[in-house]
Each structure stands twice: as C-alpha cells, then as structure tokens.
C-alpha cells in the first residue's frame, strides 16, 4: 500500500461522538486525500491537502474537517458523528508537484460504523 | 457538475476469455485517466494509466484506450484469470484541480474457471 497506513482500520461509534481518523505515510508525497465508498457510488473525495497546513473541501465535505501539521500525518475529524457517516474511508497520496504526477496510492482502508 | 459515467456494473467472463469495461466523462479539461483494481477489503490499487496525449497503452495483459473527441476511455484485459476477479474502477482528472479525481460507480468483474 505504497507506505500508506491509517488507523484505526476498524471503529464503531454513537451517533453524536467526535471521531478522528489518521493517515500517515512514509512517501514524503506532498499531496494526501480522504474519500469515502459507499455502495453504489464508489469513491468520492471528502477534503484533500497539498501541503502542510494546506487543505481544500471535495465533494462531500459536509460535517468533516481535516489537519494537516506534519508532511506525514492527515487527520479526518468527524465533530460529531451520524449514521449517514457510516462508510469505509480510505486515504490517498500523490506526489504532486510541477511534472504533474497524477498518480494516487491508497492506503487499506477504515470502517466506520455510527450506530 | 463532473461526471464519470463507468459501465457495466457488472461482468461475468470465462477464463482465457477478454473483458472491457468502458467509461464516459464530461469535463473536456479532463487530461489524466487511472484505473483502479480493488479486491474485496482492500484498497484500490492503480494498474494502469493515460494521459490526454496518447491514445492506447498497453502493460502485459492489460490495455487502456482513450478517444479525446468523444470523451471516452476503456480498460482491456485479455486471456482472464481467476485472479483478475475483483471490482475496478475508472477516474478522471479534474480540469485545474490539481490532479483531484472523480471517480466512475466501479464494475464487478468475475473471471470463472
């Protein structure tokens, strides 16, 4: 998973709890991003950043914000978690820069479950 | 807003067989064209990708098309294997988006014996 991980790789959490997720990388990659997969509509981006302390909404940003402090780490906070949250989240990262490099890596993966 | 459209949803092939999944987009700022494969409780994985100056690429088994004009790309895969199975996804850049992708719904290829 191209240096990728992201903890927790399981939670189940109340309806209304915060919840942060992390994802950290060892690629030096300049680029990281949060999606979410749901069922019947693949992966859609949530926020993404392009340098430390950088970051932009996506798609469907509604009720998560991000951090980004360190080159490495990109953390996903739901402030307060619903059942609509209930998806699998992975974490991306691309090198970014003035050659274009488009290529994203995901990491493995967290199932969330807001009950 | 931008769209990928991936179809179909699902395919069912014989081993040793071809498979072809085909994907439309609308943004025509769109240059960066990935495929992914995942694998049930994995990550997507990139296997192949083409960029808006070339029209064909080609690793092993495993070719991309891409028509600029009518905004359409394709995935190939020839002589199946089981170990093909899994669910594959197409995805566009985003024009001027720093390389943000939008991804088509994905297709559940299954290979059979």
């Known amino acids: 998973d191209a240096g990728i991980t992201q903890s927790p790789r399981h939670k189940v959490t109340e309806t209304g709890t915060p919840v942060t997720l992390r994802c950290h990388q060892t690629?030096?990659?300049?680029?990281m991003y949060w999606y979410r997969q749901d069922p019947g509509h693949g992966l859609r981006l949530i926020h993404y950043?392009?340098?430390?302390?950088?970051?932009d909404k996506g798609e469907v940003s509604d009720g998560y914000s991000v951090s980004r402090s360190k080159t490495e780490d990109f953390l996903l906070t739901l402030e307060s978690a619903t059942s609509s949250q209930t998806s699998v989240y992975f974490c991306?990262?691309?090198?970014?820069?003035?050659?274009?490099?488009?290529?994203?890596?995901f990491g493995p993966g967290t199932r969330l479950t807001v009950t | 807003g931008e769209n990928v459209e991936q179809h179909p949803s699902t395919l069912s092939v014989q081993e040793g067989d071809s498979a072809v999944i085909k994907c439309t987009y609308s943004d025509s700022a769109s240059n960066y064209f990935p495929w992914y494969k995942q694998e049930l409780g994995k990550g997507p994985q990139l296997i192949i990708d083409?960029?808006?100056?070339?029209g064909e690429k080609k690793d092993q088994r495993i070719a991309v098309t891409l028509n600029k004009t009518a905004k359409h790309f394709s995935l190939h895969i020839t002589e199946t294997q089981p170990e093909d199975s899994a669910v594959y996804f197409c995805a566009a850049s985003i024009g001027g988006s720093q390389g943000n992708l939008i991804f088509g719904k994905g297709t559940k290829l299954s290979v059979k014996p």
């Open positions: 950043s392009y340098g430390v302390k950088d970051t």
């Open positions: 991306a990262i691309s090198e970014g820069g003035s050659r274009g490099t488009y290529e994203q890596y």
């Open positions: 690629e030096n990659h300049r680029y």
């Open positions: 083409i960029r808006s100056n070339v």
